[in-house]
Structures are given as C-alpha cells and as structure tokens.
C-alpha cells in the first residue's frame, strides 16, 4: 500500500475536525431519524445509539488526540547488519484493508475511520441498519475531508448491506480484506468468526467479573461495585459478576449491604445458592450459562466462594476475557489474582469501567482486543499496524 505522508494525514484530520463542528445539526438531524426509527427494545443499543453535542465534542477531540500522535506507519523496529553481508531491517507497516463491523455506535464511524486513517490502512465500515442515516452523515464529512486534501474517498467506505449479503461479502470479499474486527456482542462476533476468510481480531465482550477478598476495603468496595455496574450499563467494561469471599468479617451483614445498594439504582440480582441462604429474596440461578452471560442490562449476579483459587477458576472459566477486579487490602492474593486471570485488563481496588483507551492512556481507540494475537486490550493507534522486513543485499547467496 502507497504510503500517505503524515503531514497531509494531519492535514484530512484537520479539516475532518472542522467539518464535524460546522455540521453539527445536520449530524444531529440525521440521528433523530435513526432514533424515531427505533423500537427502543434494547436499551443499551438505544443508548449507544444517541448522539448529542457532547458527543461530536468527544469525536472532535478523539481526532485531534490522533492527529498529535506520532505517525506509527515506517517506524524502525530492528537494524541488523549480519554476518554474510546483509542488511536486515525491520519496519512497521500498515495492514491494508480493516473491515470493522459494529452495532448502534455511530461515534465509532469517527474513532475507527480517524485511527485506521492515521495508520494509513483503508476502512471498511459495516454498521449496524438502526444507525444509518447517521453513519451515512458521517461518511459523507469525511470523503469530504479528504477530497479537501485531494486524496480518494476510497480510504473510508460504508458498506450497506443487510445479513445476508453481509455473510456473502465476507465467505467472498469482492475487494482486499485484510483484517476483521467485529465489535459487538457474542453472536455477532460468533457470525464473523464463522463466515470470514481472513484473520479475525475479536473485541467487545464484556461479562466481567470482580472478586471481594476477605480483606477488602469495604466502603471502597462498595463504591467501586456501584461505578462498575451502574455507571454505563451499555458499555462493554460494566461489571455484570460478583463474588464474595465467606470468609470476610461480617460476611452476613456485608451481603445484605450490598443488596441494599443495588437495589436502591434498580439493579436487579441473580444469586448462587449459598448467597441465597442470605438474600431470600432473590432469584436463584438455576442455569450455570449464566454465569457466561453479558447483560448489558441493570443486572447482576452475586456467588460465594470459599478463597482466591475459587474466584480464579470461576473467572476463567466464565468470563469473556475482558476485565477482571478484586477487592483487597492483600498484596500477595492481588498479585495472585492479576497473574492468574486469564483477561486483558486486571484491576486491583479500581473500577473496570476503566478499561477504555481514553481512560488507560492509548488514545482513541478501534476496539477492545480480547484476542492474545496480534494485540490484547486497547486497539490504539500504534497497534494498528503489522510488521515488515526490508532485505539489502549485493547479490547475496545463502550458503
């Protein structure tokens, strides 16, 4: 792929920025439309899909955040001169076409075409049919940023297609298809995955779990549980897990303090049958796939376990491998614990609400990678390119 000097990759980000700011109703109009269409029969996709001037102010700043960033395109990884007389060179590169197929956020639009942009990588944009006329708005500003700059609107392209032809594009791309990262919920990531013909980098299953040791901090607990699950219920770093250690000092007390405080923001509460022996009242659950579950919803589940090892074997063999907390005021059992979890992001005393680009210091990002190849956590801007290796040589032979 021909690579675009940075300044004139700044340069589209520039005027992208300008273009948002200057067409703010008419995004805003467009998303009207998106939202009188919908039936509002998922609250967490309804919520992602709204738009509001706050939030053209976090895809302004979100571009002007990459557009200071250092150019990760043709960046010197390796310099080897070797024994038989070559040069060995290695440099980043970028991966070529990205497709990214993503539900209700039409903000993605912005974040994922800025970032893919910037790392001088085509973008494909699948969205989802209940943010149309708001992606297409978008789409729309940007092959005007880059036509601004004289550069093809080819870069950024939204594809409109139902299911179907969807499962169609991706068993037969009729264009270059690099890399697919399916940002969404378990079946839409289980969909790609079956249908793709190229590598498949998966993000955005949430179902996190947090642990609270027999040592926790007890108000901090509590205040980290009510951010964690109530603070964003849509978003894919909510906490939906919770497991208690019995042997925490008033262990009794403790639960139904915890009741109490999610019942009081209208949390509604699943329990394992131990925990129900405290909490009468509340439903049991009855089916372990629960415990595998994103609710993307005002619910949780509450488990006991009798020590650490418990809490690690049932988070790793529940949870989506995305962000993990524990509680606790023991160095060695959180060390344990982040050691041990199998999951991109692992806290100790802190919110897994946390587990965003912004928010760990990446930037904007593409996705949340639950993958372990070719990067786990924040997809940011210098994570989304390969590698390529430049060989110099003066009719060389191997021997």
Not at 253 to 260: A, D, G, N, R, V
Not at 308 to 333: F, P, Q, R, V
């Amino acid at each position: 792929m021909k690579l675009i000097e940075t300044n004139i990759k700044n340069n589209v980000l520039k005027s992208m920025a300008k273009i948002l700011d200057e067409n703010r109703e008419l995004i805003l109009t467009a998303n009207k439309k998106d939202l009188d269409a919908f039936h509002k029969e998922d609250q967490a996709m309804f919520d992602r899909l709204i738009l509001t001037d706050q939030k053209i102010d976090g895809m302004i700043k979100a571009i002007n955040e990459v557009k200071a960033q250092e150019d990760p395109v043709n960046q010197l990884i390796s310099d080897l001169n070797l024994e038989n007389g070559l040069q060995v060179t290695n440099k980043t590169a970028p991966f070529g076409t990205i497709m990214i197929i993503y539900e209700s956020r039409p903000d993605v639009t912005i974040e994922a075409a800025v970032l893919a942009f910037k790392a001088n990588n085509r973008i494909l944009l699948k969205g989802g049919k209940e943010a149309i006329y708001s992606n297409k708005v978008l789409v729309n500003l940007w092959h005007k940023a880059l036509t601004e700059n004289n550069l093809s609107t080819d870069y950024i392209k939204l594809l409109q297609m139902n299911r179907a032809e969807t499962q169609a594009f991706l068993k037969n791309p009729t264009e270059q298809l690099d890399l697919i990262v399916p940002r969404g919920g378990e079946r839409l990531i289980n969909f790609v995955k079956e249908h793709a013909k190229c590598a498949v980098l998966i993000s955005g299953r949430g179902n996190n779990f947090l642990y609270i040791d027999d040592s926790a901090d007890w108000n901090k607990t509590l205040s980290v549980i009510i951010n964690a699950k109530t603070d964003k219920i849509s978003a894919c770093n909510a906490l939906d897990k919770i497991l208690i250690s019995k042997n925490i000092d008033a262990y009794e007390t403790k639960l139904l303090q915890l009741q109490t405080v999610l019942k009081e923001r209208n949390v509604t509460i699943l329990v394992d049958e131990d925990v129900k022996i405290i909490l009468t009242d509340e439903t049991l659950i009855l089916e372990a796939s629960v415990w595998k579950e994103e609710f993307l919803s005002l619910k949780c589940c509450i488990g006991a376990v009798n020590n650490l090892n418990e809490a690690i074997e049932i988070i790793n063999k529940n949870s989506g491998g995305h962000s993990a907390a524990i509680m606790t005021k023991n160095d060695e059992n959180a060390s344990n614990f982040m050691q041990q979890v199998d999951c991109a992001a692992v806290y100790k005393n802190a919110s897994t609400r946390f587990t965003d680009g912004g928010q760990l210091g990446v930037g904007a990002e593409l996705a949340i990678s639950t993958d372990k190849l070719h990067h786990r956590g924040p997809l940011g801007l210098k994570k989304l390119v390969t590698n390529k290796y430049y060989i110099y040589g003066d009719g060389t032979v191997r021997s």
